[in-house]
């Protein structure tokens, strides 16, 4: 170990901001089918109406509205995951590199996996079992008190879900100088302005405000867990890089794309997979009696609703997907939400179903781009969460008498959803 | 050039030739031999590209990494278990053939 941190910035100032380049992908080729009828709009509200007719008739078309190709089929999601060479992740124009930096997620091998390294092993089971476990325990105590506290008829997704997310995710990541909901808001920002194809100043301007104030809360705990390394994921990159080929704009843009990525992700999981047991009885008691276990509660949740809809690649030269000729350049969503549907794979996909042939979904992504915090998730919500959840708060259900709310396509989950119980 | 068999647990098997350096979880995505999904692309990540290994070939010690990983596999792990993923054709064998599990999911 040396003896100066070659992480320290000084200030925020000292550590070039992200190059951001606008990018006019090519148009489509002639003999393409434009999905002029897709709007947003309908996305947001239910999206999967629209997959299943793209997936039967059209299943790469290009869609104005999102500016990309879709990718819908889980076959030729599978061919786009594990082609990085042809289908890379490194998206020119891409409005994450704006908002968040450009993090290992837009980066193709091998620099993303350099990056990637710097990780090790704080996201794997065994730490999970070492520490983590302990942790979500902790929080599962701590937001468990506030449903009783506010009682029957509280919103979950406010007073649960989301903030248990954040504190785990806090935790884990050793942000000791921050709270949940400074961590829910960074992630909200900065996702914000990953979408923000509209150009809105106000959705820049929020965003770079948590932009500067993760860096300045990271400066802070690198310099801490320099002196004092502990489990936590600050601690174990910057004691694990040597700041040459992980410079500290790398380490920031990492930590940003993981408080982006690993908040909603298993908030919109256990709501989910709520809604899923609250609309299958039957399947709710087999989980409960044990003949069906959390972990495929948690995989076919995942499966039915991936909670990162859509993800993007740009194509590296002109390829033939699906029946459809993209020339190079152009900009793809890959449609985990609608891959994961496919009745190709899945009959009747459009149902929770635990009894289902086991088939492996594409909720995570696949390829090197497999979420690291695949783990973690299932941990906090298959191991904790949910059992804990449904054992203590007998007749867990929705609220008949409010009304909950499901929206999404590039992230899809529940963002109201009141809860009551026997009390 | 190596060579790798993968035999299903209904006793059906299928064979192919590979470039030195592929693993046994690439080759088998390449040649679409169903049985292995190989999620996380080779990281040691997710335990979908388990196999068993005959008894008795030699093969580098399973690493640290491997054998967390090994550990959450969704078929038994056995004494013979390896992640598809670690084990590359031309650099640790040139022929092997490998037991495919029940599931990897
Ligand atoms: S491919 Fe993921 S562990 Fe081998």
Known sequence: ?423 | MPSITYRRVDGTSATVVVDEGTSIMRAALQNDVAGIVGECGGQAMCATCHVYVPEGVELPEVSDDEDEMLECTTSDRLDNSRLGCQLLAGRDFDELTVDLPESQV
């Open chain 1, 1 to 423: 170990m040396t003896a100066t941190c070659p992480f320290f910035a000084g200030s925020a100032t000292a550590v070039a901001e992200p190059e951001y380049t606008p990018y006019e992908a090519p148009a489509p080729l002639p003999g393409t089918y434009i999905a002029d009828w897709v709007t947003l709009e309908d996305l947001t509200r239910d999206p999967f109406p629209t997959f299943a007719k793209l997936r039967q008739e059209h299943p790469v078309p290009y869609v104005p509205a999102a500016g990309r190709y879709f990718v819908t089929r889980y076959e030729d999601v599978h061919t786009v995951d594990n082609d990085p060479d042809t289908f890379t992740a490194n998206e020119r124009g891409s409005l994450m590199k704006k908002s968040m930096g450009h993090s290992m997620l837009r980066m193709d091998d091998p620099n993303h996996a350099v990056q990637r390294a710097t990780y090790g092993n704080v996201l794997k089971p065994k730490a999970i079992k070492a520490s983590w476990r302990q942790v979500f325990e902790e929080s599962y105590e701590r937001y468990a008190a506030v449903l009783r506290e506010v009682g029957p008829g509280v919103e979950f997704v406010h007073h649960f879900a989301g903030p248990y997310a954040a504190e785990n995710l806090r935790r884990v990541m050793g942000f000791e100088n921050a709270t949940d909901q400074d961590m829910i808001r960074w992630s909200q920002t900065m996702i914000n302005g990953t979408g923000n194809y509209a150009d809105d100043p106000d959705v820049w301007a929020e965003a770079k405000r948590s932009y500067d104030e993760v860096n300045t809360a990271l400066d802070e705990m690198i310099a801490h867990y320099w002196e004092h390394p502990n489990e936590t994921l600050i601690s174990n990159i910057i004691h694990t890089s040597n700041g040459d080929e992980v410079t500290l704009a790398n380490i920031r843009a990492n930590l940003k794309m993981s408080i982006g990525g690993g908040i909603n992700e298993p908030r919109d999981a256990i709501t989910t997979i709520m809604m899923g047991l609250f609309g299958e009885p039957e399947q709710r008691a087999a989980v409960l009696d044990g003949t069906r276990t959390w972990k495929e509660a948690f995989e076919e949740g995942v499966r039915w609703i991936a909670p990162i809809g859509m993800y993007p690649r740009q194509t590296t030269r002109e390829v033939e997907l699906g029946g459809t000729v993209l020339p190079a350049g152009a900009k793809l969503g890959v449609v985990a939400l609608s891959a994961n549907r496919d009745e190709s794979v899945f009959a009747n996909a459009d149902r929770y179903d635990l009894g289902r042939e086991k088939q492996p979904h594409l909720a995570f992504g696949g390829g090197v781009h497999f979420c690291a915090g695949a783990w973690l998730a299932r941990s906090q919500v298959a191991d904790v969460a949910l059992p804990r959840l449904f054992a203590e708060f007998p007749g867990l259900r929705l609220d008949p008498e409010q009304q909950a709310v499901e929206t999404g396509w590039v992230f899809r989950g529940m963002t109201h959803m009141p809860i009551t119980w026997d009390a």
